[in-house]
Nanobody, 122 residues
């Protein structure tokens, strides 16, 4: 069982930055690809980014060039650096761990955190 705990959310003005962290309880953290998803009120959970075990990454078009995902396997932690934030980035952000499957498919992830709220004011 892998427990994931997100932190770093908050209220920020448009154009600002935030860094989210996701700490994993499992020593085998480096056996999992780590994804970030977000869910705004009334909307479905959507893919944001993923970082695979070897460090390659993928991003949703809506965040490409503004968000950067990274991982520190020694600390069992994955990060999401968010810059040039927009009001439409407002959502609860979740990290998730995946051994295999479609990187953009939420149901293919094995473990989820409880999420952290990000609110971007205009």
């Amino acid at each position: 069982q892998v427990q994931l705990v997100e932190s770093g959310g908050g209220l920020v003005q448009a154009g600002g930055s935030l860094r989210l962290s996701c700490a994993a309880s499992e020593r085998t953290f480096n056996n999992y690809a780590m994804g970030w998803f977000r869910q705004a009120p009334g909307k479905e959970r959507e893919f944001v980014s993923i970082i695979w075990i070897r460090g390659n990454t993928d991003y949703a078009d809506s965040v490409k060039g503004r968000f950067t995902v990274s991982r520190d396997n020694a600390k069992n932690t994955v990060y999401l650096q968010m810059s040039s934030l927009k009001p439409e980035d407002t959502a609860v952000y979740y990290c998730a761990a995946q051994r295999r499957g479609g990187p953009r498919i939420a149901s293919d992830y094995d473990y989820w955190g409880l999420g952290t709220q990000v609110t971007v004011s205009s």
